[in-house]
C-alpha cells in the first residue's frame, strides 16, 4: 500500500536529525513539523524568522506574524526575527541544513520543476529557486505520479526549472529514491509496493 | 530638519511621476504599507514600475494599484494570490519580472548599499539566468544580478522616531528595510511615532539616515490566511 | 544539540589547524574575541591567515598572535596601532592584505550569504583596484570582490541564549556579525548566556544559525584611547 | 594671516546643512564638530553608529562605545548601533551627505592621497576609500604645505591613491578652493592671504 500524505510527511521527518535548521515548502512538506518527535529542530520560515512555532489559539492571531505560506503562526522561545535580506543570506550562504519541498517534477540528473506551468499557472518561484540553490540537502516530497496518471520522475524536466541538479532525495507516495551518479536510486519502497510497480510508474533511469 | 509629515498625501507630496520606479516592502499582506499605496492610488500616477515581493490581493495593497492600471510592470517573486493580476498578464497588459525571492531581497539591499551588482547561485540554469551573464568561482556557475535603484521606496515600520529611526514587529519586518534602503527617497508609515530616545539605540533596525519621511496612521493589517489550532490539541 | 562550552579551549577543541582562515570580529579593542585569541594562542597552531579590520595592539588582542608569529597573513584596512606588526611587515616576515574597511566588512557578509562576488566603486583606480575586474555599471567603473569563506569565526557578542541568538552591544557590534557570517564554524564568547525567551525576538542581531559554539567569561575589554570632558565644559 | 586649525574647522563647518549626515574624519576634520552651532547635523562613526555625541566625562568611560578614532564617546538621544556591513552599506550607497577628511596631497582632477607613504608608514585606508568613493561631498581639511614648504595641491598624486577624482573642495589654511573642469578654482581666501601666496603656494593649475 502506497504512502499516504501523513506517511509521506512522517517518513520526510526520518531526515531530519538533531540541531539542524530546516526549512519546509507549502503542501505536504508543512506537514513534517507534525512528526520530528523530541529532535530538536528548528524550522526556518523564510519572510524572516527561525523557530517557528505551531498555529496559534483562534482569536490570538496576529497579523505580523505570519510565515512563508501567510498563514498565521506563534513564535517559540528561541524564536528571531531579521529581514528578508538577511533570511535569504542564510538560505544562500548554506547555513540551512535541509529543505523539504513539493515539486512538479524532478528529474534524474536531480533538475527540479515546480514553479510554473508556461501560460496556465503563473505564481512564480518565491523563494524556492534560492533554497534550492543555498540550501544543503533538498528533499523532495510528491506523489509519484500526476493526476493524469504520468509519471513526474522523468528523464528530463519538461517544465521551466527551478534548478539544475539540485534535488538529492525523492520521497514519493511509492518509496525513496536518491539522486546519484547516472539516475536514480531506490533506497526504500513503501508497504507492500514493489520494485516492478515503482520501475513502471518512473521514466527517470533508474540505477 | 523636519521628516514627519501630516498623512500620507502631504508625504508623497512632489515625489510621485509617472513612468518612476517605486520599491514596496511587505510580505503577502503582512507589513505593507497600506496607507502610502493609497495615497498613490489617488494620486493617478500611472505606468509605474513596482518592485515588490507580491502585488497584495484583488482590492487590497498593491492589488488597489493593479486594479486602476496604474502600474506597468511588477518586479515579484510571487503573485499567486492575486486574480487580477493573473489576468491583465497573460492578458499582456502587464510587464512581469520575475525575480527569485532572495534575488530580489539583495538587489534592493545592494542597491542601497551601493553594489551595482553581485554574482549568485540562484537560478543558474533556469530561465531566470537567461541573457544574465555567467561566472564560474570555485568551479560553481554564478549569474549576476544588478542592485535595484528605485526612485521611491514606500515601506511599513511599527514605530518611529522624529529621525527616522525605525523598529519594525515580528514579520512584518521582511522587506521593509531592504526597500527602504534602495529609493533615492523613502516615505514610511508607521503605527507610532515615538519620543527621541524612547528607541533603544541597540535596537534600531533601520536607523533614520535611510528615511526622508514619516507618517503615522491607523492600520487594518488584514490577515491573508487565519491558521489556528483549538485549544483541545494542547 | 549543545552548543555551549565551558571554556575557550574547548569551544576551540578540534577545528584549528596550521594554514587555516580565520574571521575574526572587533574593532580596534572594542568588541574582540580576547578569550578566543588567548586560547589560540595557547594552541600553537600556526601559519594563520586573518582576516580581521586591525591586527590589535602589541601584546593584545590580535597582537598577541604577532607577537607569537602565528600569524602568516593579515586581511586587514587599519594596522596602525601595532609596533610589532609594522616591523613584521616592513621585514617581509608578514604578508598583508589590505582591504577598504567596507570592502572587508561586505566580502565577509557575502561569503557568509552565498555570494562569491559584488561589484564596488571604492578602490577604483588605486592599488586597491590592480590585477582585478573592471566593470561598467550606468557610466562608472566599478571593481570585482570576492567573498570571504573563513574556516573559523571567532566573534565576541555582549549576551546569548543556548541557541546562539546574539546580541551585541553598542559599538562593540562592529565586524562581529560579518565575521560571524563568513565562518564554516562560527566560536563566539560573550559575558553573559541568559535563558531562553530572555532576549526579544525582535532585538537578536544574529541568529542562532550562525552560531556553532559559545562560551561564556571575563573580559578585559581595554580600552584603546580614552578621550574624555571634564564636568566643566558642559 | 592663514587659518589655523581651528579656523579651518570652523570654515568647514560652514559646508554642513541642516539635516545632513556627515562623517568627520580624524585630526582637523574631528574639530569640525565644534563648530556646526544650532544645525541639525548627524554624525556618522563608521565603526557603526549615527548620532556620535561629545567625550564622556571623566569616570564615565564605555569600552564598547567608541568612534572610528578608537575615542570614547558617548551616544545621542537620535542614536543608533549597526554592524559594520551596513555601516559602509550607507557610506557605498551615497546615503552620507558630507565627509570632510584629511589628506596628503590632492591633484587638480580631485585624485586624493591619505592612506600611505611607501616603504615609510603602512597604516591602511581604514574606511577613507570606502568614504571618498561614496559620499556625496567630499572635503578636504589640509594644511597648503607640508612640513618641509612644499604644496600638497599638485599637478598630480605621488604617493598612492585613496580615490581618483573624488574631491570636490579643499579647505586649507590659505582658502577654499573647488575642483572644477580643469583644475582648481579659488572660491575665497584666507584674511590677508593673497592670491598671489596661494597661487605661489600651489603647484596644481589654478582656473
Known amino acids: 500500500m502506497p504512502w499516504d500524505r501523513n506517511q509521506m510527511a512522517e517518513r520526510a521527518a526520518q531526515e531530519l536529525?538533531?540541531?539542524?535548521?530546516?526549512?519546509?515548502?507549502?503542501?505536504?512538506?508543512t506537514l513534517v513539523a507534525?512528526?520530528?518527535?523530541?529532535?530538536?529542530?528548528?524550522?526556518?520560515s523564510e519572510n524572516g524568522m527561525l523557530g517557528m512555532g505551531p498555529f496559534p489559539y483562534e482569536g490570538e492571531e496576529d497579523p505580523d506574524l505570519i510565515n512563508a505560506g501567510k498563514q498565521t503562526i506563534t513564535e517559540l522561545n528561541r524564536t528571531s526575527y531579521f529581514d528578508s535580506a538577511m533570511s535569504f543570506g542564510m538560505i544562500r550562504g548554506g547555513k540551512i541544513a535541509a529543505a523539504i519541498l513539493g515539486a512538479m517534477e524532478?528529474?534524474?540528473?536531480?533538475?527540479?520543476?515546480?514553479?510554473?506551468?508556461?501560460?496556465?499557472?503563473?505564481?512564480?518561484?518565491?523563494g524556492a529557486m534560492d533554497l534550492v540553490a543555498g540550501v544543503e540537502k533538498v528533499v523532495v516530497v510528491m506523489d509519484h505520479t500526476n493526476k493524469a496518471g504520468e509519471t513526474k520522475l522523468l528523464k528530463s524536466c519538461t517544465l521551466p526549472l527551478t534548478g539544475t541538479g539540485v534535488v538529492d532525495r525523492i520521497i514519493t507516495d511509492l518509496g525513496v529514491l536518491d539522486v546519484v551518479e547516472g539516475g536514480l536510486k531506490i533506497v526504500e519502497l513503501a508497504p507492500d509496493v514493489t520494485e516492478d510497480e515503482l520501475r513502471s510508474k518512473t521514466e527517470a533511469t533508474i540505477v | 530638519m523636519q521628516k514627519v509629515y501630516p498623512n500620507a498625501k502631504a508625504a508623497l507630496d512632489g515625489l510621485l511621476r509617472d513612468d518612476m520606479l517605486i520599491a514596496a516592502?511587505?510580505?503577502?499582506?503582512?507589513?505593507i504599507p497600506e496607507l502610502l499605496i493609497d495615497a498613490v492610488v489617488e494620486s493617478g500616477v500611472k505606468n509605474l514600475t513596482v518592485a515588490s515581493n507580491n502585488a497584495g490581493v484583488d482590492g487590497f495593497g498593491l492589488g488597489k494599484l493593479l486594479d486602476t492600471r496604474q502600474i506597468k510592470k511588477m518586479m515579484s517573486s510571487y503573485v499567486g494570490e492575486n486574480a487580477e493580476f493573473m489576468r491583465q498578464y497573460l492578458a499582456g497588459e502587464l510587464e512581469l519580472?520575475?525575480?527569485?525571492?532572495?534575488?530580489?531581497?539583495?538587489?534592493?539591499?545592494?542597491?542601497?548599499?551601493?553594489?551595482?551588482?553581485?554574482?549568485t547561485k540562484t537560478g543558474y540554469g533556469t530561465q531566470i539566468g537567461e541573457g544574465k551573464e555567467v561566472k564560474v568561482f570555485n568551479g560553481e556557475h554564478y549569474i549576476l544580478e544588478e542592485g535595484i535603484f528605485a526612485d521611491l521606496s514606500i515601506v511599513k515600520a511599527w514605530k518611529a522616531d522624529d529621525t527616522g529611526n525605525l523598529v519594525f514587529r515580528k514579520t512584518a519586518r521582511n522587506f521593509n528595510p531592504p526597500a527602504a534602503m534602495c529609493g533615492k527617497v523613502c516615505v514610511v508609515e508607521v503605527e507610532e511615532i515615538v519620543e527621541r530616545g524612547a528607541l533603544d539605540p541597540d535596537h534600531i533596525h533601520l536607523p533614520g539616515i535611510y528615511v526622508h519621511r514619516i507618517i503615522q496612521g491607523e492600520h487594518e493589517k488584514r490577515i491573508e490566511k487565519v491558521t489556528t489550532r483549538s485549544r483541545e490539541d494542547a
Open chain 1, 17 to 29: 536529525e538533531d540541531g539542524m535548521y530546516v526549512n519546509l515548502g507549502i503542501g505536504i512538506p
Open chain 1, 34 to 44: 507534525n512528526y520530528v518527535g523530541d529532535k530538536d529542530i528548528t524550522l526556518q
Open chain 1, 106 to 126: 524532478v528529474a534524474e540528473n536531480g533538475d527540479l520543476a515546480n514553479w510554473m506551468i508556461p501560460g496556465k499557472l503563473v505564481k512564480g518561484m518565491g
Open chain 2, 25 to 31: 516592502g511587505g510580505f503577502g499582506l503582512c507589513g
Open chain 2, 97 to 119: 519580472e520575475f525575480n527569485p525571492q532572495g534575488t530580489l531581497a539583495e538587489r534592493m539591499r545592494a542597491g542601497g548599499s551601493g553594489i551595482p551588482g553581485f554574482y
